[in-house]
């Protein structure tokens, strides 16, 4: 079971370009979020919990505690005095540092240099490059230890989770000023389904709804530079999908004033798609979701019970992952 994340440098937070938002009247982005981008494919404030295991193509940085199961990822940061305890194999292709311990009756495997400030009780540890430990750390490994440098480790924090947006003031901004008119649609029920599937095109404005309810489908194509306003939750039933298409030169930014709870299958794919999140409200996923987007959610925990693949980037407050499949 795994989870997998991607890093994408053509998708990053930020303003939409000054002609998208001519063209689309006022589209705007007032504060800029600067997202993980080529640093980190996933960035946790907090903490990263998995019952299975994980792979991120690209970096991962926690900045609580580090508990998995099978973890593989191009480069790992534990910017936590809690460090890692692992509850499975762990192989980084690049470097790995930890202000914390790493420890586990597990083996671990990095390609490049290890930097640890903590204590490292290990089965296993093969380094391909320096590993260096903080003179105080204590270092047992049940064979073939490495012979460690010993020297100050330093390791900086690896998220910023600073709120970078006013997403309140945006959502009721757009609740008075909007181009709903243009495509017919309600703030109230626009985006709620029971019994009919509904298909909306979503061509270049600013769209605000209540919600996003779906007790049956719902498929959004987008066909522009779009902004879409969700005053409360994307909310859908085991029975409903949510289906998010961007044509290959579109640009979604997606406001939620809270958060998203998926017991149906979600999809965004195509284009360039931004997802912003204001809320504590988590992101769960309890069925099968792919999204292409950046994801910067720094006050939600992201929730996952099915097969989860993720294409961008993503800076959340914590991470729960379980049952995961690529």
């Not at 640093?39 to 998995?50: I, P, T």
């Not at 762990?90 to 083996?107: D, E, I």
């Not at 390791?155 to 945006?170: E, F, H, M, Y």
């Not at 006050?299 to 294409?311: G, I, K, R």
Request: aromatic share 4%.
């Amino acid at each position: 079971m795994w989870l997998l994340v991607g890093c994408s440098d053509e998708l990053s937070f930020g303003r939409l370009r000054a002609s998208d938002a001519a063209a689309c009247g006022s589209i705007l982005v007032a504060d800029e979020a600067r997202c993980p981008g080529s640093e980190q494919a996933l960035c946790s404030c907090g903490d990263y919990v998995s019952s299975g295991p994980t792979r991120v193509e690209g970096a991962l940085a926690i900045g609580g505690l580090l508990s998995a199961g099978d973890l593989i990822a191009e480069q790992l940061t534990l910017g936590g005095t809690q460090g890692a305890a692992l509850t499975g194999d762990l192989q980084v292709t690049g470097r790995l540092q930890s202000l914390g311990p790493v420890q586990g009756r597990h083996n671990v495997r990095v390609d490049a240099d290890a930097r640890i400030a903590g204590d490292v009780r290990l089965d296993g540890l093969r380094v391909g490059g320096t590993l260096t430990l903080s003179p105080s750390a204590a270092y047992e490994i049940a064979s073939a230890p490495p012979t460690p440098v010993r020297a100050p480790v330093e390791v900086r924090s690896p998220c910023d989770c600073t709120p970078k947006l006013d997403l309140g003031a945006q959502i009721d901004a757009a609740r008075k000023q909007n181009d709903n008119a243009s495509i017919a649609l309600e703030p109230a029920r626009g985006l709620r389904t029971f019994d009919t599937p509904r298909s909306l095109d979503l061509p270049c404005g600013r769209y605000y709804v209540d919600e996003l309810y779906a007790a049956s489908p719902i498929t959004l194509r987008v066909h522009d530079s779009v902004a879409l306003y969700i005053d409360q939750r994307i909310v859908t039933e085991s029975s409903a999908s949510l289906t998010i298409t961007l044509d290959p030169s579109a640009e979604l930014h997606l406001f939620i004033r809270r958060g998203i709870t998926a017991a149906g299958p979600l999809t965004v794919t195509g284009g360039q798609a931004h997802l912003y999140v204001g809320g504590q409200d988590s992101f769960f996923f309890a069925a099968p979701t792919r999204i292409e987007a950046t994801i910067y959610a720094p006050a939600s925990e992201l929730v996952t019970q099915q097969p989860f693949e993720l294409t961008g980037t993503a800076l959340v407050k914590r991470v729960v992952a379980e049952q995961l499949l690529t």
